[in-house]
């Protein structure tokens, strides 16, 4: 066997020949050998310790943490400890080698690694003496780089204990999963506690340090560690509340939605227990006063970055860390979004300290969108994150009298900043990849739809009867619709002059638009008065228009791909898929159209109430019914001789789909779940049998007028089976 020297010249002489392409091979060849050799764990320190090559180090520290788990069955305790104790001397001696740092970061996962590798063998008080000897190493080295790495190594110890992060240990999952369980049990809130308390202590030596100091940039750098191991803390898979399979299964989710460039925002539900230090104001205070001397030009440094990071996981809090709401008996017969955030003033309050903090970050945000796009994009990215996480864990009551009280302090609310950065992003092209400068706009486009989509899906009250959004939250998601279809319709139109891509229409690119089209889907439903109309005059003008282009001989393809972006629009506004379930009208449609199984009894009292009621319920149904019959007549526009000519099989695939989807839901209703009132006298009886007809008639048309179009003929099938059997059920009842 070589001795350390030789083995210390070998990989110096190796890591020098790697640079050279002509030597690189062999020196490659040299290296692995080395990282598989036995016995090598004397060799490395010996490297470690005198190598002048700092790539030397990089492979000597590489080679030492393979070798530990090689050989840890052959290792006795005392070989254990003893490693132990020299990588925590060694990376606290050397803290302060910005040279070192990579070499570092191996040996601080190296030291997290031996911590659980032995843990199940090890007893309470000796997993207690790890930190204590980490906390202890640290003082008596005495200098700010050391306590840097302290909180480093605390870091590492997290990520490598949380399942989601976990190294390969070669270990069952059951051994995973109880170390998880354990330090969560013993260690991590004692972890997050000595996080707090060290950044309390920098963020305050930050503000007083003298600008571009010495002083004020070790404090820097204490208060991003910190606050690194405490956005590790809470970005743990807490096995109360089974985070770890939410994580995994929203990663699953985005990947097979063609999402990866989403951002995650996985909720976070410590449990009641963690409430009295998450939700106290000495945690987050000292994050608010910090904050605004982070922004501006600072807002790209690593302290920057790491505050908006922790405000982020902040924001995801969720579940049982906030109190259950107390319901009164006077709450309880009042319902409503505004009752329920008088119940929950806890989450209320946590809410508004986000919201100051977040809202600065995107605010105003045209001003805030030229920014990023000038190349800093990262402070706007981490608003969109805080926002989808607020509302996605938080009721829009709760959120409605955060933004009140926010509003109160100069700040624009929840609503009208989402308003704001929403129409910017499409404008700014955030439809699409394909329409977009940058890849990050459109991943904010769509968390800023979710966002929507949690504020306006009617909630249940305390009555146990559907609650509508706040008003404002109706009004900005009104102006957004219309924003996001302009934008889409543009988009749209410029499609139609690329190459088409088969990934778009098929797997998880079919699927990723069905999931946008959903979200935009809630939007329209906020005010469907408004919404539908629109929708509706849109595809009149345009079928006029494609009638215009058919008689002049001009180019149709654009308003071909407008016309099939709006009847699958339109589907996706008056009907949800049913898949899995009955197909029933989304409750804001019927909650439009005053529905009374969705409202309170008693509710509307004076006979002002109910004049108003029945003319806003008659609107509504006017508008589903105009936006129906536009959807049914672009549809049987192939029926038309003048326009045979330039209808495509993409429209009519579309239109197909549309209809068929449409007709699930409002022409062959469940027995048990009839249609209201208004909508049955719509498309009933006589009216109900014209519309079969027409679908027969286009079903036919469709399978004969355009041949060879596969995906076209298996929409029509699958829609022709289900209009043919509702027709022989219609006839014989």
Request: net charge negative; hydrophobic share 50%.
């Amino acid at each position: 066997m070589a001795s350390v020297e030789e083995y210390c010249t070998a990989v110096e002489r190796a890591c020098h020949e790697f640079q050279n392409s002509a030597t690189q091979a062999h020196a490659e060849h040299v290296l692995l050998l080395f990282r598989r050799s036995p016995g090598i764990i004397p060799a490395c320190r010996h490297i470690l310790e005198h190598s002048g090559s700092v790539e030397a180090r990089f492979h000597a520290a590489c080679a030492l943490r393979e070798a530990l788990l090689r050989e840890w069955a052959s290792l006795t305790a005392d070989e254990r400890n003893g490693l132990r104790t020299y990588l925590l001397q060694y990376v606290l001696v050397h803290a302060a080698e910005v040279q070192l740092q990579v070499v570092r970061s191996i040996l601080e996962g190296t030291l997290a690694v031996m911590l659980k590798r032995g843990w199940m063998e090890t007893s309470a008080e000796g997993r207690a003496a790890f930190f204590q000897e980490l906390d202890a190493s640290a003082k008596t080295v005495g200098s700010p780089a050391a306590q840097i790495v302290s909180l480093q190594v605390m870091e590492a110890v997290v990520s490598e204990f949380s399942l989601v992060t976990a190294s390969a240990l070669g270990l069952s999952w059951e051994f995973h999963e109880n170390c998880r369980n354990q330090l969560e049990e013993q260690f991590l809130r004692q972890i997050f506690e000595h996080a707090v308390h060290s950044a309390q202590q920098a963020a305050s030596q930050v503000r007083t340090a003298a600008p571009g100091s010495e002083a004020a940039a070790g404090a820097a750098s204490s208060a991003t560690a910190a606050m690194k191991l405490m956005a590790a803390v809470l970005a743990w898979d807490f096995k109360a509340t089974n985070s770890s399979f939410v994580s995994a299964t929203a990663a699953i989710t985005a990947a097979m939605s063609g999402r990866k460039g989403l951002p995650d925002t996985t909720q976070v539900k410590p449990g009641a227990h963690w409430a009295d230090i998450l939700l106290t104001a000495a945690t987050t205070d000292w994050v608010i006063t910090l904050m605004p001397a982070l922004q501006g030009p600072a807002a790209a440094s690593q302290l920057a970055t790491a505050a908006r990071q922790l405000v982020v996981a902040f924001c995801c809090l969720a579940g049982d860390v906030f109190p259950k709401p107390t319901v009164t008996s006077a709450v309880a017969a009042a319902g409503g979004a505004a009752n329920a955030a008088c119940a929950a003033p806890v989450a209320v309050t946590h809410v508004v300290q986000m919201l100051r903090l977040v809202l600065p970050w995107c605010m105003p945000a045209q001003q805030v969108l030229k920014q990023a796009l000038a190349g800093d994009e990262g402070q706007l990215v981490d608003a969109c994150r805080a926002l989808a996480a607020l509302c996605a864990g938080h009721k829009v009551g709760v959120l409605e009298a955060a933004s009140s009280a926010v509003a109160g302090q100069q700040q624009g609310s929840i609503f009208t900043a989402l308003e704001s950065l929403t129409c910017s992003f499409l404008a700014a092209g955030g439809v699409s990849a394909a329409s977009s400068t940058e890849p990050w706009l459109p991943d904010c486009t769509e968390m800023l739809l979710e966002c929507w989509s949690g504020l306006l899906a009617p909630q249940c009250g305390y009555a146990m009867t559907a609650v509508p959004p706040p008003a404002q939250a109706v009004e900005c998601a009104t102006r957004t619709a219309a924003a996001v279809v302009e934008a889409a319709l543009k988009d749209a139109a410029a499609g139609a002059h690329e190459d088409a891509d088969d990934d778009e229409d098929s797997g998880a690119g079919a699927v990723h638009q069905e999931e946008w089209m959903a979200r935009v889907a809630v939007l329209l439903r906020a005010h469907p008065v408004a919404s539908f109309n629109q929708l509706a005059d849109l595809i009149g003008s345009k079928q006029q228009a494609l009638a215009a282009a058919a008689a002049a001989r001009q180019d149709p393809s654009e308003l071909l791909e407008q016309l099939y972006w709006l009847v699958r629009m339109a589907a996706h506004a008056l009907a949800d898929s049913g898949i899995g379930e009955i197909p029933l009208p989304p409750e804001a449609v019927l909650l439009a159209v005053g529905d009374s199984s969705l409202t309170a009894p008693g509710a509307v009292t004076s006979p002002e109430q109910q004049q108003a009621s029945a003319a806003s319920a008659s609107a509504g149904a006017a508008a589903v019914e105009r936006l129906s019959r536009s959807l049914l007549e672009l549809t049987a526009v192939c029926l038309q001789q003048a326009a045979a000519a330039v209808v495509s099989s993409r429209l009519m695939e579309g239109s197909t789909w549309a209809a068929a989807r449409w007709a699930d839901t409002y022409l062959f209703p469940e027995e048990e779940e009839p249609l209201p009132e208004a909508l049955e006298a719509a498309f009933g009886d006589q009216s109900g049998l014209n519309i079969l007809d027409m679908l027969v008639h286009v079903a036919q048309r469709c399978l004969v007028a355009f041949p060879g179009e596969i995906e076209l003929h298996r929409q029509v099938v699958m829609a022709e089976s289900d209009v043919t059997s509702y027709s022989t059920w219609w006839f014989c009842s």
